[in-house]
């Protein structure tokens, strides 16, 4: 099983302002361009928020396998078929060799020339030196497959000031079935990602607070991620609208929440003793805990309302207009202080109780 773990981190990018939620990952090579349909998209008409025809952009290392190419490409293709096609999407996916990364790095700088986002030359230093430019996620790859440490890490990097969603991943090992990851593992991980272009997608505002504000506290924020995640892959894998041909199986939807529970709980007794899960921020030692007991809160609340598609159903069409707060009492009935309240006490009941709001897949 490989370890998850997310960080956000809040950053100027010349004069764009980014923001990062990362997960996990390991190894690399040249440079491969996979999937390209908006050579001659305009950027002067603002579509956000629309659902499109157009499917994502991959853009993979030429050191990668054909398995992670077309894991990426199917996972977010998958995930837009569920929830919606949200775009325009690039995802970059790096390897572990350096040739390859910097030959993907060119490709990403004459694009971001090309469209007017970033001075290539900027662009290029920024990949090569930054905490979260391709050569850091290259980086987390190698550290991975060299010292056999399961490690990834990946996110939605912006951009809403340039139209699009972009996504930078380190080397999703698991469709290579390496260091103990799968293949079906690794595609919950991209359904994750892909969660978050469609959580921006219903925030329209160019305000990096405003945005922040409107997209709610970490756990809410990971928490959806992952819960959504874990179930639909699940739902598609049953229903055989998602076809995986690799031996291992997932866990079951409750044993998968049940480790959250343990390791969320633990996470806190042991990185931050005395925080409540709700002011867990990715700054925090104990930021996974965000995501286990968030996905926990997130089944706490399609259960007070009985659709365990709420938050597309009920929550994210009215987040742009009422705003977080706004929209948690008109999808779930209750203010988020309340829940507060009501979701301490269902963190102490005993598992077997807990698990009974969780779908049986
Ligand atoms: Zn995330």
Redesign the pocket.
Known sequence: MSFLF?IRIIKIFFLSLLFI?S?CIVSCGELDFLYDSDEDESTSVDTWGQIMDEPADVFVAADLSDAVKNGIVTGLAKAAEVWGNYGPLEYWVLGTEVDAANDLSELYCERRSQRGDLYKSNCLAHNQQSDHGFESYRKVGYDAITSGQASSSMGRNGARDWGIHRFTSSYPFGFDSVLGATPKGEMITVY?EYF?AVQHAFVFSLDFDERDELMGPTWFV?GA?VYMAELFVRKMLASGDLVMTDNNDLDTFKVSFEFKMDSGKQSIDNDCPGTSFKDITYELGCSYAAYDLGAWAIAYLSDLVADENALLNRFYPKLNELGWEGAFQASFGISSSQFYADFDGFLIKDIEEQSLILSDL
């Open positions: 997310n939620a997960l994750h978050h990971e991620a």
